[in-house]
């Protein structure tokens, strides 16, 4: 029982990494490279660790990969925005089938106000 | 709050008993401290962990679900040769006001594939989302809006 679970998961967890990086090569602009990277590398790192949790069914090793699941949930979402963030605020192009832009809209509404110290931004 | 570590307290109770540290045997100690505690404050006038803990089981199961019905769509979107994805930044008001609520709700969208958190304006009204597959603008925020944000607003209010 234990065998296959950690055969079926850590099956699903290397597609998964597999996609993320195929979906390094074939995305069209930075923004969909950072959606797809993020996310699934995530979901294949986590399946992975849930299967080492499977295979040394040790509450030492289970408890270790609960946290590394945890910390990775609450961290990576944080890296992708401020990545996204930064990579905004310089000016990577946008592909060219984006529909709508409203953060654009946005920011230029806000810039006449005179928003001199973009450092000082949270 | 104080039923919650009543609960923890119960099932660490449980465990030295039993003598056995596993987590299904915490998990079993937990929800046996679960019914012990939902027998005896059914007087009480404060219920409201008694609803959250299902809902809160359930949120996250509906949030995997989510994840993986969306790394599905990508996945399958990323190994066949046409695209058809339609990306977009739009701008969605937010409900959720104090920190920790737009925290949580700003990882679960960003958790979800498809869709990112850009920017979060200034004042706190609105987030900025690039969503991957945008075919109805109005119908994706009231995704989001039902989906997760009401949910989670339950569970946390």
Known sequence: MTDILTAIFSTIGALAILFASIGILR?????????????ASTLGVGLLLICAAFTFSD????????????????TAPVAAHMIGKTAYHTGVAIWKGTI?????????KKAPDGDENPEQQP | MKHFLMNLLLSFIWVALTGSLYYSNFLFGYLMGFFILWIMNRQEADRRYFNRVPKTIGFIFYFLYEMIAANVQVAYDVITPKYFFKPGIIRYPLEATTDIEINLLSTMISMTPGTLILDISEDKKSLFIHVMYLRDRDRFIQQIKKGFEHKLLEILR
């Open chain 1, 59 to 74: 509450v030492s090793v289970t408890t270790k990969a609960m946290a590394i699941i945890f910390f990775l949930i609450l």
């Open chain 1, 100 to 108: 709508i832009d409203e953060l654009k809209d946005f920011y230029e």
């Open chain 1, 27 to 39: 995305m069209p602009d930075f923004y969909l490279r950072l959606s797809v990277t993020v996310k």
